[in-house]
């Protein structure tokens, strides 16, 4: 493009400037387009500032939580309560929050959950008690939830062409998937080069910044009005089965046991309130989630797949840290380093190939091909040794597959989440993918962490050494991670259809055909 500037550059989508005028090009294919064009994709840039700030800080936090608990003396028990917390709000208003944004407008929510959660990073940073932290966290929950939950289908309705669109939701999957990498890098380097404080306190400026150049770069819209959708009863029952049902699997599962007391109650009052939600939106005149979102049977697979593809990337994040810090004794910074390459694999392939991979060969091979590699990845973990291991023999070949698989998979599960999505009822869709994400992540990791605790405990009764009953307890949580990525697998094939190709045809132009259950 000799005599004509870059002004921008997003992956494989390169756009050149000239009198005003903005030039979309893609290795030599070129299409004249208006400056609008170009805010398109700043915009989208300024989002994904705002959501990698929220997944930032879901995972740096875990690296602080020793410094944390030793200058605030919290119990082992009570320190759970600084995520928990945070993830209680977050998972609880999600899908509220996406249907506030179709109601109030998709940018003024996302501007006020920036500015809670920035202002949120303030108290924490501050905190200098256990009471203000943990309530700060709750209250950062919710601003996290309301800023992450429009972006989704703000990016859908920014971008209508299907190849910009595979394009535009592969960079956010990345920032959204390969955010918790960063996290842990930037956790370890914050917390050892400065204290636990500046986890938070680095919000302050990404927040302000962010707020400023979405009010600038992100073009306003009009929701339906509150009165035209507003459905407080329903708001309140799901919002409450959220909140309980994470409540009880982070808090009485993962501590006490699925069979304990506080568990079961838990469990039957979350179920019996969404059981009271279903009815509702039933019933009611302007329901909160009009239950035909999911009457395509791609869009119902595709958030089935997040719930349980989640789970088992979840499982790998967690409980790989801990084998690398009980077993290889790993510091803080060398954990976020050792797991860079998934962040680093997942970018390349988000932002820059997996759009041209789904439009050649369909959302479900992608997603098939993700998962599989996902699955190896966790299988090839599942026979680490607990003596004699390293990383490049042992941990660097699953962080390569890790990434690749994510990478390819989430990006094109995004986009089958949000094909059934319109303007009216977009923001609800991207809440709903994310509220799967959620669950998929509290469910898994709950379910992980005490079968390994479990089995850990029992091998260490026979005396077995400890090394050797930490790994074995790691073992059977990737071998149940895999199973549940296989389960994911299975889904796709059986959820998702592509759309065949026509002979002669290099490849599908359009994007894949999604099966419905009237197919």
């Not at 636990?196 to 992100?218: E, K």
């Not at 910074?333 to 369909?362: H, Q």
């Not at 709950?446 to 307890?473: E, F, H, I």
Request: proline letters at 5%; glycine letters at 14%.
């Amino acid at each position: 493009m000799k005599g004509r500037p870059l002004i921008f550059r997003l992956g494989g989508c390169h756009i050149y400037g000239a009198g005003g005028k903005a030039r979309l090009g893609d290795k030599g294919k070129t299409m004249t387009g208006s400056a609008t064009d170009r805010s398109r994709w700043i915009a989208l840039v300024v989002l994904c500032t705002g959501m990698l700030m929220i997944v930032l800080d879901m995972t740096i936090v875990n690296v602080a939580l020793p410094s944390i608990q030793a200058n605030l003396g919290f119990s082992q028990s009570n320190l759970a309560w600084v995520v928990n917390a945070y993830l209680i709000a977050f998972a609880g208003l999600l899908l509220l929050a996406g249907r506030l944004g179709d109601l109030a407008g998709r940018r003024n929510v996302f501007l006020v959950g920036l500015a809670v959660f920035t202002v949120a990073s303030l108290l924490c940073g501050l905190a200098v008690n256990q009471e203000m932290l943990i309530t700060a966290r709750f209250l950062q929950g919710a601003g996290g939830a309301l800023t992450s939950a429009v972006i989704l289908g703000m990016i859908v309705t920014m971008f209508s062409d299907p190849r910009e669109q595979a394009q535009a939701i592969g960079v956010f999957a990345f920032v959204a998937s390969a955010g918790a990498a960063v996290g842990l890098l930037a956790g370890g380097v914050l917390t050892q080069v400065l204290n636990w404080h500046w986890i938070f306190f680095v919000n302050l400026p990404i927040g302000v910044v962010t707020a400023a150049a979405a009010r600038r770069m992100v073009a306003p819209d009009r929701g339906t009005g509150l009165r035209a959708g507003a459905d407080v009863p329903g708001a309140v029952l799901i919002t409450g089965a959220m909140m309980l049902g994470v409540f009880t699997i982070s808090g009485p599962a993962a501590q006490r046991g699925w069979t304990a007391p506080e568990t079961i109650v838990g469990g039957i009052g979350s179920l019996a309130l969404l059981g009271g939600f279903v009815l509702r939106q039933h019933t009611a005149r302007n329901p909160l989630m009009p239950l035909r979102i999911l009457a395509s049977r791609s869009v119902a697979g595709a958030n089935l797949i997040q719930v349980l593809g989640t789970a088992g990337m979840f499982g790998m994040s967690f409980l790989g840290s801990l084998y690398l810090r009980q077993i290889l004794g790993y510091d803080p910074l060398r954990i976020g380093l050792a797991f860079l390459p998934v962040a680093v694999i997942m970018g390349i392939l988000s932002v820059r190939y997996t759009d041209r991979i789904v439009v050649r060969f369909g959302a479900q091979a992608t997603v098939l091909s993700g998962l599989v590699l996902i699955a190896a990845g966790l299988a090839l973990f599942a026979a680490i040794p607990a003596t004699g291991g390293g990383y490049l023999p042992h941990v660097f070949p699953v962080t390569v597959l890790m990434g690749t698989g994510a990478g390819l998979c989430f990006p094109a599960l995004m986009t089958l989440a949000m094909s059934g999505a319109t303007p009216e009822n977009a923001g609800l869709a991207s809440g709903l993918v994310n509220t799967a994400g959620q669950i998929g992540g509290a469910v898994g990791l709950a379910v992980l962490a005490t079968v390994s605790a479990s089995r850990t405990s029992a091998l260490l009764a026979r005396r077995r050494p400890a090394a050797v009953a930490l790994t074995d307890g790691y073992h059977l949580a990737f071998w149940i991670a895999c199973a549940l990525v296989i389960v994911a697998a299975a889904a796709t094939g059986i959820m998702v259809r592509p759309q065949p190709l026509p002979e002669g045809s290099p490849g599908p132009e359009p994007a894949p055909v999604l099966a419905s259950q009237t197919d």
